[in-house]
């Protein structure tokens, strides 16, 4: 089954740092960008960052220099280091493709909840 698995979220204090990870399954996850996206309550899910299968990265203006997504192909795994982490950041955070050509059945997300 082709399914992706979030994982590294918590409750962490305004400033702090976390570490997400994204185990992907298939052979999906080398070939095509991937993305980090998140849904904060009441709000539609968006996209935080973006990797292609060859390292370009992308960033929303609101993580910019705070967020850096890597990816690690041969392991099928993505991250994503978020530094300097204020309260908008609060929002359940998915991986999936960032492209509509092809993607994975949305995981369970990880839950960032940034308060003091």
């Known amino acids: 089954q082709v399914q992706v698995v979030e994982s590294g979220g918590g409750l962490v204090q305004p400033g702090g740092s976390l570490r997400l990870s994204c185990a992907a399954s298939g052979s999906i996850f080398s070939i095509y960008a991937m993305g980090w996206y998140r849904q904060a309550p009441g709000k539609q899910r968006e996209l935080v960052a973006s990797?292609?299968?060859?390292?370009?990265?992308w960033y929303r203006d609101s993580v910019k220099g705070r967020f850096t997504i890597s990816r690690d192909n041969a392991k099928n795994t993505m991250y994503l280091q978020m530094n300097s982490l204020k309260p908008e950041d609060t929002a359940v955070y998915y991986c999936?493709?960032?492209?509509?050509?092809?993607?994975?059945?949305w995981g369970q997300g990880t839950q960032v909840t940034v308060s003091s």
């Open positions: 999936n493709t960032a492209t509509s050509v092809v993607g994975y059945t």
């Open positions: 990797i292609s299968n060859g390292g370009s990265t």
